[in-house]
């Protein structure tokens, strides 16, 4: 049975590994992605560090860790939280946990007190802005506050 959690120490290397290995396989292993962030190995410390960060990992039936999606501040002062590293391994894929994954980062939005959910995100990653999309987030432009992540092409908000 597959199980959501949230995130432990003990997750940090699979995550960072599968996180690689799909920024790799999408040809997003380079400058301006999440493959070259600097908390990407130790992602517990980074969304434990604040009571406004939370990420959920995917464990399989066996207990392995097969993906997960982060949520953290972006733009406290307009109360924005920021959807980062939305992951699954090929194994899951396809059990809808993409959205059962955005709904408790939804989730954590409104109780943390969010009023906006920003992501972005890379044409290479079609099935994701497929999913975006159909919950509802809606394509800027351009990145909000010139974007974290300077290799990104497309850019999304949710209204809370």
Known sequence: MIKIRE???????ALAK???ESLKANQL????TAYFDVE???????????RQRQYFVVLDENGEVSGGCGI?????DNRVAEL????????????????????????????????QLYLETH?????????????GFEELSQPLNNGEHSAMDHFFILKL
Do not use: W
């Open 84 to 115: 980062q590293k939305l992951y699954l391994t090929n194994t899951v894929q396809g059990h809808h946990l993409s959205y059962k994954l955005l709904t408790k980062v939804i989730e954590f939005a409104n109780q943390a007190g969010y009023r």
């Open 29 to 32: 292993d380079i400058p301006g």
């Open 18 to 20: 599968l996180i690689r």
């Open 40 to 50: 990407l190995d130790n992602l517990s410390a980074y969304y434990q560090s604040s």
């Open 72 to 76: 953290a501040e972006y733009d406290s």
């Open 7 to 13: 995130i432990q120490e003990k997750d940090n290397s």
């Open 123 to 135: 044409h290479n990653l079609a099935s994701a802005m497929h999913i975006y999309q159909t919950f």
